[in-house]
């Protein structure tokens, strides 16, 4: 079965070129922008963070980071970003926060910033630019304990009197006598001596077995895809009874990916259409195989969106989805 829509026409505007500012860089939306800084009054060598929240909606994900020009004194390190997105019906909307961490390494009274974001708001069709205040901080010197040595003549009375205190060497006849313990030729001379062969051999051991644990889990999940695939596709049946179309064709799509990330020892996130096609083609299996999964894929995906419900369009991806898995095993004995 084939199923066409109809056609889509998008009209994408390219961006004026006029009253471009000079710091934009390509930030499309409707944003707010807030710069805070958690101390303003430091000694040298601590730390402080410039906290900088972007919300609003819009391509959230391509702003890039703000610039934040620190004073030379200023050892600065890369920031911590974070980002609480989300897409909805109303388009892509949420927040973006830049932790800048910098470390003042001589006193003064220094000014950082102010920030700026530039961007283009579709609605008014015209440039914006925010900008926040700048940071005054002032650093102050920290406790350094400083010592100095000195150096005098020592007379020949101390002279005299150091001899007697410590071991300073003696003159004349006197007996000799073994006192102590040596190291050297010990059992515990060999033992710290043959200690780093013995750490490199336990070593290799441990890394031959974490490599075998490695092997047995891929094999592991090669032997369960069938069942858990399986398992996947009976819960989707529970869907196809109870008629709840986007959790039916979830559940499908996730036993088809899970199948293959199992079977191939393929983490989810690396799984695409063009990656699949590869494996597949690499294990010999037939383009028609292929070309199921592919066309079972994309059929769930246009009928989660696409309005109405259709039963007989749900019993037909169950059945394909099922034939799929029972081929390719057979494909991959054969």
């Known amino acids: 079965i084939e199923m066409e829509s109809n056609p889509l026409v998008l009209n994408v505007k390219p961006l004026p070129i006029d009253k471009k500012p000079a710091g934009f860089s390509g930030a499309v939306g409707r944003f707010n922008f807030q710069a805070t800084i958690d101390n303003n009054e430091l000694t040298v060598n601590d730390a402080v963070t410039v906290r900088v929240v972007i919300s609003g909606s819009g391509n959230l994900e391509l702003i890039n980071t703000p610039d934040i020009n620190w004073p030379p004194d200023f050892e600065a390190y890369e920031p911590k970003i974070s980002k609480n997105i989300r897409a909805t019906k109303a388009g892509v909307s949420g927040t973006r926060t830049f932790e800048f961490l910098a470390i003042p390494r001589s006193a003064g009274d220094f000014v950082v910033g102010p920030i700026e974001l530039s961007y283009f708001d579709p609605a008014s069709g015209q440039y914006k630019s925010l900008s926040t205040e700048a940071f005054h901080i002032q650093v102050e010197k920290g406790d350094q304990q400083t010592s100095s040595v000195s150096y005098s003549g020592v007379a020949q009375e101390d002279i005299m009197y150091l001899g007697q205190d410590i071991r300073y060497i003696k003159t004349g006849n006197f007996p000799l006598s073994a006192r102590g313990y040596y190291l050297f030729a010990s059992p515990l001379y060999f033992m710290l001596l043959a200690a780093p062969a013995v750490i490199l051999a336990l070593l290799s051991l441990l890394l031959i077995s974490n490599r075998k644990k490695r092997s ?119």
């Open 216 to 334: 047995n889990v891929a094999l592991v999940r090669n032997r369960k895809a069938t069942r858990v695939a399986r398992k996947n596709l009976k819960k989707a049946n529970e869907f196809l009874k109870a008629q709840e179309r986007e959790a039916f064709y979830t559940e499908v799509s996730r036993a088809l990916w899970g199948y293959l990330s199992d079977k191939f020892n393929i983490p989810l996130s690396d799984l695409s259409m063009d990656t699949v096609r590869e494996r597949l083609s690499a294990k010999e299996v037939s383009e028609e195989s292929i070309n199921t999964f592919i066309e079972v894929l994309n059929k769930c995906e246009f009928a989660r969106f696409a309005p109405g419900k259709s039963t007989d369009l749900m019993n037909e991806i169950y059945k394909e989805a099922i034939m799929f898995i029972s081929r390719i095993e057979g494909e991959l004995k054969s």
